[in-house]
């Protein structure tokens, strides 16, 4: 699952890393990105069946997903609700299941003392409960804006 279909641009690398019947489903708020992303999977020639494109707030669509049944769960949308987005996720994924969230360093901001604008402080606050939760097993990686990657216990 992702959260934040954008253009397409991590759904098509995800449609890529999966297993020839997997589905991906994919959350944007915006419906003209999701025209986009709808045509990149097509033109690379992902069959439509293959997506699962919702269109809505993730807040609003979350909670009518079932739980316990998703693979992995990347987060890149809005970092004002990545902590809800994780919460959500520690339901949704299975055991074994792993979250990836976007923008884990703040472009690197997050390890600088003296950046506290709301958006570092917040994903400084998402990253520091994981690391710390008993119902994860984390690891961050300093790839492009940094990447949260967590195993569900
Ligand atoms: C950084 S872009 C995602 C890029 C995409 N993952 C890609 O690689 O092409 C963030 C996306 O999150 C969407 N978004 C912002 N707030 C949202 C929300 N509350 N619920 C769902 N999507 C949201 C935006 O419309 C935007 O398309």
Redesign the pocket.
Known sequence: M??????????LWLLRGMRPDGILTT????TE?QRI?RRIFQEAGFASGRTRIIT????DVLPRLADGVYDLIFV???VA?YSACVEAALRLLRPGGVLAL?GALAAGRIGDPAARDVETVTVREVVKAVRESEEWTPALLPTGEGLLVAVKR
């Open positions: 992702e959260i934040g279909t954008g253009t397409g641009v991590s759904g959350i944007d708020v915006e990105h992303a809505g707030r993730a807040l890149d949308s809005e609700e976007h």
